[in-house]
């Protein structure tokens, strides 16, 4: 059986978004995050890294924020389309001092995707 090829996505233009997420009862947390993600034709996927200079916070909880974009990415691949050539910065994570956990920063950065599949340009096959 022959595997049906993924379709390829892109951004060609610059984009930054607060994706401040508030949810009311059976909220898992707190963990929000402010982005920018650029084109970036020389990556074969997606690479994403925090901005330099970042605060102590930022820092912290980066590590989890960014195996959630890329459990994302990943799901979306699994579902047939590949995300390539875009650079990922995240210039700020917000935190709570009781809200932010690893699971809420696991859980808002899983919806990754869902912020910017909108923003994305199909490549030709």
């Known amino acids: 059986m022959e595997e049906n090829p993924l379709t390829r996505w892109t951004i060609t233009n610059p984009i930054k978004r607060e994706p401040l997420l508030k949810l009311d009862g059976g909220n898992p947390g707190y963990c929000a995050y402010v982005v920018e993600l650029w ?17 102590v916070e930022s820092v912290k909880w980066f590590p989890h924020v960014k195996r959630a974009f890329q459990k994302s990415i990943q799901c979306e691949r699994e579902d047939g389309n590949e995300w390539i050539g875009i650079r990922v910065v995240v210039l700020r994570i917000m935190t709570h001092p009781v809200d932010t956990t690893k699971r809420a920063c696991e859980i808002y950065g ?16």
Do not use: M
């Not at 084109?39 to 605060?55: F, K």
């Not at 899983?110 to 096959?125: A, H, I, V």
């Open 110 to 125: 899983s919806w990754f995707c869902s912020f910017f599949k909108y923003d994305l340009t199909r490549l030709p096959d």
């Open 39 to 55: 084109p970036c034709p020389e990556c074969e996927g997606v690479e994403i890294d925090l901005t330099a200079g970042a605060d």
